[in-house]
């Protein structure tokens, strides 16, 4: 689960992927064991069109690799994670999060820098990349399965075709019937045998889809922790903000002071209790401008503050990008 803290550090803020590397393998062993039952089925539909179906096997090979390398990834961006948030010695950042090195080294020591939430946006589109291929693949092996079928369909109407030109007119009826039987007894016979490419199509492009799924939740979960943990860390930041952007305290003088001199003169009051009220007013609005000016200039020592944190920021990312060029 993600961390829900709002300034104390977390030693595990990220979970490793475990639970969806697990389901994949559990298909796929499933995948085998439906395999090896229907074995005999499988052999004569795989040897009518080897080579486009072994093709096909092999884009689904491909597909698995790309699945597995997309969760198994996540590994080692949850373990950096959850090393700088445990308060370890920082080490060099994988791929996915090196960008994200300052904002992820800024959580752990409770803080929270300008412009995470950009940079989570990024994060969440490299993740979708990694599965377009997925998508892709997916699509490809229909395809091929719609090829084969197409492939087996022309072939097996050439044959017929040849069997038709190859008959003999003129001859007694019987004799052409039987003929024509024998003859197309071999294509009908294939035609079967030709949608065995989208047999194969079909049911890789279905373990694709199912595995490009496991990987697309492994992402989003991974992503939502992520930016739970970070964004876990705006109420401490909130914290650290002067007391200048709150109400000020010189303003509830002033309101009292205002319904003060609105009693007396609803009360038709003399005009020594009058002058005292104004008094009081003016000396309530006397300290609000003190006070304002005073917020006015921490307002300001806390802009230039982060003005210059966000200088430094600017020059950290520009030195990880040098260095990754």
Known sequence: MAARDTGENTSQPLARPGIYLGRMVIFLILVGFLAFILFKQITPAFLANPGLNGLILGVLLIAVLIAFGQVIRLFREANYVNAVAGGAQARRPPALLAP??????ARASGTILPGTTGYLDTIAARLDEGREMLRYIAGILILLGLLGTFWGLIDTLSAVGGVIK?????????????ELKSGLA???????????????????????????????????RFHNELQDWLMSGTAAAETAVPAAIRPAAGSQELREAVERLTAVVSEGGGGRAATLAMTNLAEGIQGLVQHMRAEQQMIRDWVEAQASRERELKQVLDRLGRERV
């Open 186 to 220: 071999v294509p009908l016979s294939g035609i079967g045998l030709a949608f065995s490419a989208s047999l194969f199509g079909l049911a890789s492009s279905l373990i694709t889809g199912f595995l490009e799924l496991q990987a697309g939740q492994a992402h989003a």
């Open 100 to 105: 994200m090195a300052p904002m992820i080294a």
């Open 166 to 178: 190859g008959m003999r007119g003129g001859g007694d009826a019987g004799v052409m019937f039987d």
